[in-house]
Nanobody, 123 residues
């Protein structure tokens, strides 16, 4: 059974920081690209950040560049999203996603999803 479990969400004031974690099980972690998406009622689910299977490549939505950092720990089968300088517009449910990376930049198979964790940025 493939399972992704997010944690670390919560309430934070603008300018604050949070670190989200996503623990993966049921997969060979090193074969999967990992991503963070976020969903708001008005904008749907959008890609926030992605990291390649080996951690050698990352990409970010323009709205979070220079503020968010995605990383992964192969020993813990966990991907992280460090969120700094948070803004109210970052408020969303954040989802972890995993998809098999067959070779560099080529994703195949099912896209697995976690249950989501709420991030609220408010004063």
């Amino acid at each position: 059974q493939v399972q992704l479990v997010e944690s670390g969400g919560g309430l934070v004031q603008p300018g604050g920081s949070l670190r989200l974690s996503c623990a993966a099980s049921g997969v060979t972690f090193g074969l999967y690209a990992m991503s963070w998406f976020r969903q708001t009622p008005g904008k749907g689910r959008d890609l926030v950040a992605r990291i390649s299977r080996d951690g050698g490549s990352t990409n970010y939505a323009d709205s979070v560049k220079d503020r968010f950092t995605i990383s992964r720990d192969s020993a813990k089968n966990t991907v992280f999203l460090q969120m700094n300088s948070l803004k109210p517009e970052d408020t969303a449910v954040y989802y972890c996603s995993a998809r098999r990376e067959f070779s560099t930049g080529i994703l195949i198979g099912s896209d697995y999803w976690g249950q989501g964790t709420q991030v609220t940025v408010s004063s």
